[in-house]
C-alpha cells in the first residue's frame, strides 16, 4: 500500500531563510509524487511533481524538490522564503493501476513566514 | 490559462437533505475526481470517473453518493441523505489522460459543504 507521512505539521521560517518541507513515502513499486500548496480560501495548486525522471525537481516560485529512492524521501526546498510562500504545503503520491488513477495525501505542514 | 471551475463555493444544508456539488473540469481532459477534506484531516480521494463510468472509488463512496456528467462539461457529485460526517470541503479535479507517470490532476477551488 502507498501512503505519504510528511514529518512536520507546522514551520515557521523568516522572510529570506531557507524552507525545508520534510516528506517521506511508502510505496511498493517506483511512485510519482508531488507537491501541492493551498493558499487561504484557494484551490490546491501544483508545485511541482516527480515522474522518474531527473531525481531533482524543479517547480514554480523557486520550490524545488529531491527525490531520494533509499531515503523514501521526497522533501521540498526554497532557497529564501518569501511572505507569500504562507500556505498550506501537501505531499502526494500518486497510485495508478489501469484506468484507476488516484492521488494519495499527506496530511499537509503549515509554511509561516515571518517577517 | 485553463481550470476547473466548482459551485457554489460554499452549500449549507440540514441533514437529510439532497446536495449536488457542481464541476466544470478543464475542457479535453479525459478524468475526473472528487476528493473531500473534513477539517484537520487528510485529503481523501471519493472517486474517479472516466469514459462515463466510475473507475474507482473508495469506501467513502457509498450508496448516498453518485456522480454523473449530464451534458458533457459538468461533473457533478450528488449526495443523496446528508449526514453531520459529510461535512467537509470537496475538491473537483480533472486530468488530460496522458501516460500515467505523467498524468497531473488539476483542482478546483472546492466546494465547503457544511450539514446542520
Known amino acids: 500500500a502507498q501512503s505519504v507521512t510528511q514529518l512536520d505539521s507546522h514551520v515557521s521560517v523568516s522572510e529570506g531563510t531557507p524552507v525545508l518541507l520534510r516528506c517521506n513515502y511508502s510505496?511498493?513499486?517506483?511512485?510519482?509524487l508531488f507537491w501541492y500548496v493551498q493558499h487561504p480560501n484557494k484551490g490546491l495548486q501544483l508545485l511541482l511533481k516527480?515522474?522518474?525522471?531527473a531525481t531533482l525537481v524543479k517547480g514554480i516560485n523557486g520550490f524545488e524538490a529531491e527525490f531520494k529512492k533509499s531515503e523514501t524521501s521526497f522533501h521540498l526546498t526554497k532557497p529564501s522564503a518569501h511572505m507569500s510562500d504562507a500556505a498550506e504545503y501537501f505531499c502526494?503520491?500518486?497510485?495508478?493501476?489501469?484506468?484507476?488513477?488516484?492521488?494519495?495525501w499527506g496530511l499537509g505542514t503549515s509554511l509561516a513566514v515571518n517577517p | 490559462e485553463p481550470e476547473v471551475t466548482q459551485t457554489p463555493s460554499h452549500q449549507v444544508t440540514q441533514m437529510g437533505q439532497e446536495v449536488i456539488l457542481r464541476c466544470v473540469p478543464i475542457?479535453?481532459?479525459?478524468?475526473f475526481y472528487w476528493y473531500r477534506q473534513i477539517l484537520g484531516q487528510k485529503v481523501e480521494f471519493l472517486v474517479s470517473?472516466?469514459?462515463?463510468?466510475?473507475?474507482?472509488k473508495s469506501e467513502i463512496f457509498d450508496d448516498q453518493f453518485s456522480v454523473e456528467r449530464p451534458d458533457g462539461s459538468n461533473f457533478t457529485l450528488k449526495i443523496r441523505s446528508t449526514k453531520l460526517e459529510d461535512s467537509a470541503m470537496y475538491f473537483c479535479?480533472?486530468?488530460?489522460?496522458?501516460?500515467?507517470?505523467?498524468?497531473?490532476?488539476?483542482f478546483g477551488p472546492g466546494t465547503r459543504l457544511t450539514v446542520l
Open positions: 502526494v503520491v500518486s497510485h495508478t493501476m489501469g484506468n484507476n488513477r488516484k492521488l494519495i
Open positions: 510505496s511498493s513499486y517506483s511512485p510519482s
Open positions: 516527480y515522474t522518474s525522471a
Open positions: 475542457s479535453n481532459h479525459l478524468y
Open positions: 470517473f472516466y469514459n462515463n463510468e466510475i473507475s474507482e
Open positions: 479535479a480533472s486530468s488530460p489522460g496522458q501516460a500515467f507517470s505523467t498524468d497531473t490532476q488539476y
